[in-house]
């Protein structure tokens, strides 16, 4: 900083820690109703401190599944979030990388249209479009598929424009120097630009985890069959019980375990996730 | 379009390239988004036996239908609100994160982490938080003197969305904050101080100015994110209620089409947010064309 | 080892835009070309159509007798060293030598062999398991040239490979390049914009511009008998003073002043091309008046820059020579150059 005013530091140090206050206290307030038991919920106002019932909470909802409540064990719903994530965002790298390649490293009758129709996916979000979109699924028999669940999200206008975008940064000389060394557009793609391009790709597959992973509406209308909830649609099942309250107790400990796993990749991976954030949003 | 000086002068490979994402696009992209063109001008009776052609009847339906105008109306509401609050926060927090050198990336870590939280699970965390009964904010309202109820006052169910999007916004906004911040040269801001200016008028005159790019781009993109990507915050708190009060065009679409089965309004609907979007994305390409130009 | 056949080699871009058009050379087996011109004379496209990088439109080119117009770059047995080196940033030393032979399925141990004797050559065996940014620039360049050699090919190709260098280490390059060129024997032509690489390092020049071939010839050829003004004021440096004259019963004259040379040449207009180094000062009071204008000291030669008959002129002479008050230039007959006044080609004057 240009000057140093201890009162403008302090007073900077103060509005953060407020701000990770506000930001942290719903997921407080959601950590400590799941350390205590589902009757403390039936009257009075919500605990503010911790519980005893931790572990008891976790187990059950781990193990033996909310049975009461129509949901599956979280374990399986964990599991199917992660499938469904892992294939959305490797999915997703994968086709876009290579038609990027070859948007980039070819000329070909019908590339510019081609190129159109990707752009055009950025325009549609599933939500728009989704009462048609449910339906080519169904026809297809997709519904209550790992399928179905992943491969009508992979197609990705971002991905393709990020990776279009690092492509065209690499040096010309790069390519003619593997043509002359003799690798044909497959061998330079797997020695030359694959490697290259592996920050990017990281940085990519953060962000993509995370989208996959937080998916809501399309595994709510695509899996009516408890075997492919994924968790984040599951704790709306579980919350939605007719007549009663919910376990609160054992909602928030899903809720817990369905932010974690996005959480600590943005927090293990910082880094990566804002190279990723910022660029492909450029 | 930009290539490469050279090319590979393959003739095929380049198709079996770029088929899987063309393929996958025109599947579930191109091809239901025809789908809803040509639906929004058909008329299916409730039985679905018969269909029929009936022009721009739809679009005029959903035009004089009150509910879809209030529900225009909410989107505005709630667009505006959530990217209000959630850039005016981030800014704050980015400025204040700015001016500390050893603490910033703690701070970094510790405000971006809700990006990475799922709307659902955001709306489940507020809809807690702000329960009627049980919610500690109610009760913390009640003692002054203000009795909170989302389930039945549309104004308190307006602002449970509001602040459970916004929440999961200011993350976002801050990060982009903190790179415009950045990325503003450090020269400037001291010939400022040295032609005398404190540090709100250089916030003022310098900072602001040259980070507006970056408001108006981030303005862009929380409108396009509060009309689609809340929708599972919507669903998994009010549901569009009470009477309708937060009931979003997104959610609308969604309803009238799965729940009313009401299919050439829901597309007629789908292709107005569309053309919206549409919209948006021609701003949005436009401001980063002339951003690259500087 | 191989020689070049380029004949009447042209490039016409979409558009119709002619970037080379009707190059022939012969390029001898073992000889070392040096393509050199102003930014834009086509030279890097010529040596891209003879690497396979860049289409050709018109013409052939053969490398060892084989027309390769429609050959792929690998297949053309040739190796190229990059301006920018274009270096795999992700491979190790040792890998970026030895990519090009395991793309050709070269045995291990062939590889080994070949990649440990380039880099003995150019003394890079310390740094082979590092990554190309852990370089320095000049140890980059060797990579660079180690790429090419390991191939053992049949002719370098070298597409301005030491403008990323600092001076001093282009001048050390530049020697190494022209030594291990000559130790390897292997057919070479080496781009470049800097007429001193280009005379120092070529067998033979090729000066080109606008995508024609001015001159074609040794460097002290191409330096004594500038086939063009556009060669005579490309190679050499200061370049040559180049006056616009008049010839009238063989007496040339500049401005309204007779210089008191005379050439056989036919009446009219001519361009006279004069070495600055052949230029002197004249002691006995005859000669061209010269007008000072400033002095430039090279240490080793002085410049003189200043104008004769209101055209600027460029003398070198001895620093230890002390200047009179008032100059006059002299010159010796025979090192006089003469180029028709309009299209600039160079005429030959009958002796006298």
């Known amino acids: 900083m240009v000057e140093n005013r201890p009162f403008l530091k302090l007073l900077s ?270 | 379009m930009q290539t490469k000086r050279t090319i590979f002068n393959s003739k095929i490979l380049p198709y079996w390239l770029i088929l899987p994402q063309l393929a996958v696009t025109l599947i579930f992209f191109v091809w239901p988004a025809c789908q809803a063109v040509w639906q929004s001008f058909l008329r299916e009776d409730a039985f679905g036996t018969s269909t029929q052609f009936v022009g721009f009847d739809n679009y005029v339906a959903i035009t004089q239908d009150s509910s879809y105008l209030n529900a225009l109306i909410v989107t505005v509401i709630f667009s505006v609100a959530v990217a209000t609050v959630s850039i005016v926060l981030a800014l704050v927090l980015a400025v204040a994160a700015n001016s500390l050198l050893k603490s910033r990336s703690l701070y970094t870590t510790l405000l971006v982490w809700p990006y990475a939280v799922a709307p659902a699970v955001a709306g489940v965390l507020f809809w807690f938080m702000f329960n009627p009964t049980i919610g500690l904010i109610p009760y913390l309202l009640k003692g002054l003197g203000y009795h909170w109820d989302d389930r039945l006052n549309g104004t308190d169910a307006m602002i449970l969305v509001v602040l459970a999007a916004s929440w999961k916004q200011i993350s976002y906004n801050f990060l982009f904050f903190l790179a415009g911040l950045q990325s503003i040269p450090k020269a400037l801001i001291e010939a400022a101080a040295i032609d005398g200016a404190g540090p709100v008028k250089r916030f003022r005159d310098i900072v602001f100015p040259l980070l507006s790019p970056t408001t108006f781009f981030l303005l862009v993109v929380n409108v396009v994110y509060t009309m689609f990507d809340t929708f599972a915050v919507i669903h998994a708190t009010t549901q ?55 | ?125 310390p740094y082979l398991e590092r990554k190309p940014r852990a370089l320095s620039g000049g140890q980059r360049q060797r990579v660079a040239m180690g790429r090419a050699i390991v191939r053992k090919p049949a002719a370098f190709l070298f597409d301005e490979p030491l403008s990323n260098l600092d001076a001093k280490l282009r001048v050390t390059m530049r020697g190494e390049i022209k030594q291990l060129q000559k130790r390897l024997g292997t057919t070479s032509i080496y781009v470049t914009h800097d007429q001193l690489e280009a005379m120092t390092l070529a067998d033979r020049l090729v000066v080109l511009n606008g995508g024609r071939i001015e001159q074609i010839g040794a460097p002290l050829q191409v330096y004594h008998h500038p086939a ?35 050439a056989g040449l036919p009446d009219g207009p001519v361009t006279l091309g004069a070495r600055a180094e052949d230029l002197r000062l004249s002691d006995s009071g005859v000669g061209m008046p010269f007008t000072l204008a400033f002095v430039e000291d090279l240490g080793a030669q002085r410049l003189l820059h200043g104008h004769c008959a209101g055209q600027s002129v460029v003398v070198a002479v001895s620093p230890d020579l002390p200047l009179p008050s008032e100059l006059r230039l002299a010159i010796a007959s025979d090192r006089l150059h003469f180029f028709t006044a309009d299209t600039g080609k160079r005429i030959e004057a009958a002796s006298l």
């Open chain 1, 13 to 282: 140090h103060l509005v953060l820690i407020l701000g990770v206050v506000i930001v942290a206290f719903p997921v407080y307030v959601a950590f400590i109703a799941s350390t205590h038991k589902t009757t403390d919920f039936i009257t009075g106002v919500m605990p503010v401190l911790p519980g005893s019932d931790f572990l008891a909470t976790y187990k059950t909802v781990l193990f033996s599944g909310l049975a009461a409540a129509g949901a599956p064990p979280i374990g399986m719903m964990l599991g199917n979030s992660l499938i469904m994530a892992l294939a959305i965002s490797i999915g997703k790298i994968v086709i876009s990388i290579l038609s990027a390649y070859a948007i980039v490293y070819f000329r070909f009758p019908f590339r510019q249209l081609a190129f159109w129709i990707i752009f055009v996916t950025l325009m549609l979000p599933v939500e728009v479009r989704i009462v048609p979109t449910f339906k080519v699924v169904a026809d297809l028999g997709m519904l209550n598929s790992y399928a179905g669940l992943s491969i009508p999200l992979i197609a990705s206008a971002t991905a393709t424009f990020l990776f279009r975008q690092f492509f065209l940064t690499v040096p010309d000389e790069l390519l003619e120097a593997a043509r002359v060394d003799g690798a044909g557009p497959l061998k330079f793609f797997k020695d030359i630009l694959l490697p290259l391009s592996r920050t990017n790709i990281a940085a990519l597959f953060v962000i993509l985890f995370i989208y996959g992973w937080n998916q809501y509406l399309w595994p709510l209308i695509v899996t009516t069959d408890s075997e492919h909830y994924t968790i984040v649609m599951g704790i709306k099942r579980m919350s939605d019980v007719t007549d009663a309250e919910p376990q609160w107790n054992l909602v928030m400990a899903v809720a817990i375990l369905a932010m974690l796993p996005p959480v600590l990749v943005v927090i293990f991976m910082q880094r990566l996730f804002v190279k990723g954030l910022v660029e492909t949003e450029k």
């Open chain 3, 1 to 125: 080892m191989a020689a070049i056949d380029i004949k009447g080699v042209g490039k016409t871009y979409v558009g119709n835009v002619n970037a080379v058009s009707d190059i022939s050379i012969a390029i001898a087996d073992g000889e070392f070309i040096v393509l050199v011109g102003p930014s834009g004379c086509g030279k890097s496209t010529l040596l891209r159509m003879v690497a396979g990088l860049e289409r050709i439109t018109d013409g052939t080119v053969s490398i060892g007798g084989r027309v390769v117009n429609e050959i792929e770059p690998a297949e053309r047995d040739i190796a190229m060293v990059f301006q920018n080196y274009a270096l795999y940033p992700h491979m190790s030393v040792y890998d970026n030598l030895a990519y090009g032979l395991k793309n050709r399925g070269t045995p291990k141990a062939e590889i080994d062999a070949r990649v440990a004797e380039a880099a003995r050559m150019l003394e890079l065996q």
């Open chain 2, 240 to 294: 569009g209620g009470p009477n309708q009060a937060t009931n979003i065009l997104v959610y609308k679409v969604f309803t009238d089409g799965f729940i009313g089965l009401d299919l050439g309004s829901s597309a007629a609907q789908s292709v107005v947010l569309m053309v919206i979007v549409i919209a948006l994305t021609f701003i949005q390409f436009r401001f980063v064309e002339r951003n690259v130009q500087y």
């Open chain 3, 228 to 262: 063009s003004t556009f060669v005579a004021s490309f190679i050499g440096s200061p370049a040559m003073n180049l006056l616009k004259a008049n010839v009238a019963n063989g007496v040339i004259s500049i401005g309204d002043g007779e210089t008191g040379l005379r």
